[in-house]
């Protein structure tokens, strides 16, 4: 079973000025990232607007981190999709660019029942039976919630190592640790929820603030880890400002705000996603002063 670490970038998507895909910053910003703390970068989630961005800019995008990286840290492609056929089609395409796992969203606007999750998990691990997948939980975003049962389900399928647990509920995801093995990699999928996760099993995060603090993650992580609970709980709410301030409004508005005060030109979001507006982005600057990036 392939181990993903503790500190996974959910990584944005640099643009140009003209909307297009920033390549060259794409490449810059993954070797910073595998140098700040990031165990293993998502390419291609929600962070990185995946819903605006075709499919051949995601096969290129996973090509150019993968190259970025050069076998220092593992990628997982985004390959979600609310179509089972179309998302087996990415998946298979993303094994022949070589990626090392699949990041895989409930499907989206359509809301299948449990059973029909259950199906279309199943068919896109039996299709790529050697790459490890990981479940995507994000009610907020899909219109469905994966339940507990389902994620024990699909436990049970080899190469389904995982999931992104981005519910916001600590009841549920203490249900789903105590219905999966312990192998089962759980990560948060909410930057200010990793820590009580961890609490109740979770092995670390798919993060957002790892852009801007990836080394203070895994410090807190393995605080945790050695038993440095009081250093871990400090860590946590030292940080807790920024976990805030990057969701004050929809990601990855507000962290492409924060990489661009802080000198990556990584343009602005794709519409109908738009620009942080003034209040957004003074509240920005304060934190990161105060936390001492600026």
């Known amino acids: 079973m392939v181990d993903f670490g503790r500190v996974l970038t959910a990584m944005i998507t640099p643009f140009k000025e003209d909307g297009s895909v920033n390549y060259d910053v794409v490449a810059s910003l993954a070797a910073h990232l595998v140098g700040n703390g990031t165990d293993t970068i998502v390419v291609c989630g929600t962070t990185g607007e995946s819903p605006t961005l075709s499919w051949d800019e995601q096969y290129q995008l996973f090509s150019v981190v993968l190259q970025a990286v050069a076998g220092k840290a593992f990628v997982i492609a985004g390959c979600g999709s ?21 990041l895989h969203v409930v499907p989206y606007y359509n809301k299948p029942p449990q059973a029909g999750l259950y199906q279309h998990f199943k068919a896109i691990a039996q299709a790529t039976p050697d790459l490890p997948l990981l479940l995507y939980n994000i009610p907020s975003r899909t219109g469905q919630n994966l339940q507990p049962e389902t994620v024990a389900r699909l436990a049970e399928i080899d190469n389904i190592v995982g999931l992104k647990e981005s519910t916001g ?41 790892s852009h801007l603090v990836g080394n203070q993650l895994q410090k807190m992580i393995q605080a945790f880890e050695s038993g440095q609970i009081q250093v871990a709980r400090e860590i946590h709410l030292q940080l807790f400002p920024l976990f805030k301030a990057l969701f004050a409004t929809t990601n990855p508005i507000p962290v492409k705000k924060a990489l661009n005060l802080l000198g990556w030109e990584v343009g602005s979001t794709r519409p109908p996603l738009c620009e942080a507006d003034s209040q957004i982005s003074q509240n920005l600057e304060v934190v990161l002063k105060k936390v001492g990036l600026i």
């Open 82 to 102: 609310n179509s089972t056929k179309e998302a087996i089609a990415a998946t298979q395409k993303a094994v022949k660019i070589g990626v090392h796992g699949a």
């Open 169 to 209: 509920n600590i009841d549920q995801a203490s249900e789903i640790c105590g219905l999966t093995p312990k192998e089962f990699q759980i990560y948060s999928g909410d930057d200010h929820m990793t820590l009580p996760l961890l609490a109740i099993g979770a092995k670390g995060v798919v993060s957002v603030a």
